[in-house]
């Protein structure tokens, strides 16, 4: 898949309102005073914005501060709803966090991005920033390496020419040269790892998951602290266990869901 031909003629009012949700999901309960300081706009601006949005019921207002309306997670139900793999990849993420003990991560590929879709955390009691609808750089994370390496060279070399290289941890791969290397390497093996690039003390195993066209559409990781997920762990067995997830999902796709 192609990346798509940006507008040359985006609609600037709408973009003042993104600007201004965006800010509120970050930053929750701002007031006007707050995102005028924080925004790059005129309060006036921004006050008409406000208005409109909670008129709208996209937001709400509490003691003069501003949150997201709870009606915007229908959107985003319905987003995720039309992923074509969803139901029956989660049903394997649960299987697999159930047996590795582990947090498993589904993610989708939107655009030049990973997006969380889904996770399930065995019973590993680990809790990071990472959250449901949260959108990330590929090269940061082991699924998200693991599309990168499956897609096309126009279209991965494009979304790295596009977003760059960005910093997460100490050890974000943010060479060109050695993220294509890695790339291939992914490809020998069908798995990546993150080793502490997307949150430090974090390691990760991850893979994609691909439609009948053998095109990167998604993917698993499984991730736990580096003092217990490394060595053999890390290496062998939790990628034996995620490669074993990942076929029975693309039978599952391409032959039919079965339970």
Do not use: C
């Not at 003390?201 to 990167?216: F, H, K, Q, S, Y």
């Amino acid at each position: 898949m192609t990346e798509q031909p940006r507008s040359n003629r985006p609609v600037t009012t709408t973009e003042s309102s993104i600007q201004i949700l965006e800010q509120l999901k970050d930053n929750p309960g701002r007031t006007l005073d707050e995102l005028t300081e924080e925004l790059d706009l005129a309060r006036s601006t921004i006050h008409r914005h406000l208005l409109t949005l909670e008129d709208n019921d996209l937001l709400f207002r509490e003691n003069g501060q501003f949150y997201l309306s709870l009606w915007l997670l229908d959107f985003g139900i319905s987003a995720r709803d039309r992923i074509s793999f969803f139901d029956v990849a989660r049903r394997q993420v649960d299987r697999l966090a159930e047996e590795t003990g582990e947090k498993v991560w589904l993610v989708a590929k939107e655009r030049d991005y990973s997006v969380h879709l889904y996770k399930a955390s065995g019973a590993s009691p680990l809790e990071t920033s990472a959250r449901v609808g949260q959108r990330r750089h590929l090269h940061q994370l082991a699924a998200g390496k693991a599309i990168l390496a499956y897609l096309p060279d126009e279209e991965s070399h494009g979304i790295i020419d596009r977003q760059g290289l960005i910093e997460a941890t100490d050890q974000t791969i943010t060479d060109r040269e050695a993220l294509l290397e890695e790339l291939d390497e992914i490809r020998e093996r069908g798995y990546a790892f993150n080793l502490g690039e997307s949150i430090e003390g974090l390691n990760a195993v991850g893979a994609p998951i691909r439609d009948e066209e053998g095109t990167p559409v998604g993917g698993i990781s499984i991730s736990g602290p580096a003092n217990r997920v490394k060595g053999s762990l890390l290496r062998d067995e939790l990628p034996d266990k995620l490669l074993a997830t990942i076929d029975e999902i693309h039978i599952n796709i391409r032959y039919g869901s079965a339970d």
